[in-house]
Nanobody, 126 residues
Framework: QVQLVESGGGLVQAGGSLRLSCIAS????????MGWFRQAPGKEREFVAG????????YYADSVKGRFTISRDKAKNTVYLQMNNLKPEDTAVYYC???????????????????WGQGTQVTVSS
């Protein structure tokens, strides 16, 4: 049984930072892409960043490039999302997701991911 558990969300002022964590369990994730998505009220779930577990290759949405960094700690089975220079428009519920690797490309479509966490709220005040 794969489980993804996010933590680290909270309330922060614009320009501040947060680090989200996603602890993955239930299998080895060597053959997986791991992604962070977010969903604001009334909006569709959108891709934020992804990482290939085995190689560490990363991919970012244009809206967060240069501000957010995704990484993974293999020993802790944990994926991180370091978020700097946060903006009010970053306010959303953030979800961790896992997708079994079929190509080297890290997909941005939420529908391609197999497992999801419960989400953690990030609120950025202006």
């Amino acid at each position: 049984q794969v489980q993804l558990v996010e933590s680290g969300g909270g309330l922060v002022q614009a320009g501040g930072s947060l680090r989200l964590s996603c602890i993955a369990s239930g299998r080895t994730f060597t053959g997986y892409h791991m992604g962070w998505f977010r969903q604001a009220p009334g909006k569709e779930r959108e891709f934020v960043a992804g990482i290939r577990w085995s190689t560490g290759n990363t991919y970012y949405a244009d809206s967060v490039k240069g501000r957010f960094t995704i990484s993974r700690d293999k020993a802790k089975n944990t994926v991180y999302l370091q978020m700097n220079n946060l903006k009010p428009e970053d306010t959303a519920v953030y979800y961790c997701a896992a997708k079994f690797v079929t190509t080297s490309r890290i997909p941005p479509q939420a529908s391609e991911y197999d497992y999801w966490g419960q989400g953690t709220q990030v609120t950025v005040s202006s």
